[in-house]
């Protein structure tokens, strides 16, 4: 059974940090592309960040130079840690693996698994 338990979210004001945690079970993360994704009420689901089994990683425009992606295969688990956070980076943010990699960021139906229940990042002031 292939279950994304993400966790790390909450509020904080604009210019603050969160890290972001996905433990996973049922596969294994290191023969994955591994992907964090968010949605925000509304909006279609869109890829963040993914990180491939070789370390290759790829960025959102608009959070590059702002979040950082990875992977502890040891622990089977993925990480995003977010800085300099801005009310527009509010979203459920969801971790999972894909399908295939690609050096275009690719839209949801690109996982692999069923979704887990995300973690809510709020940033507001």
């Known amino acids: 059974q292939v279950q994304l338990v993400e966790s790390g979210g909450g509020l904080v004001q604009p210019g603050g940090s969160l890290r972001l945690s996905c433990a996973a079970s049922?596969?294994?993360?290191?023969?994955?592309?591994m992907a964090w994704y968010r949605q925000a009420p509304g909006k279609q689901r869109e890829l963040v960040a993914h990180?491939?089994?070789?370390?290759?990683?790829n960025y959102r425009d608009s959070v590059r130079g702002r979040f950082a992606i990875s992977r502890d295969n040891a622990k089977n688990s993925v990480y995003l840690r977010m800085d300099s956070l801005k009310p527009e980076d509010t979203a459920v943010y969801y971790c999972?693996?894909?399908?295939?990699?690609?050096?275009?960021?690719?839209?949801?139906?690109?996982?692999?698994?069923?979704w887990g229940q995300g973690t809510q990042v709020t940033v507001s002031s």
């Open positions: 990180i491939t089994n070789s370390g290759l990683i």
């Open positions: 999972n693996a894909l399908r295939y990699w690609s050096p275009i960021l690719v839209g949801a139906d690109a996982a692999q698994f069923d």
């Open positions: 049922g596969f294994i993360v290191s023969i994955y592309p």
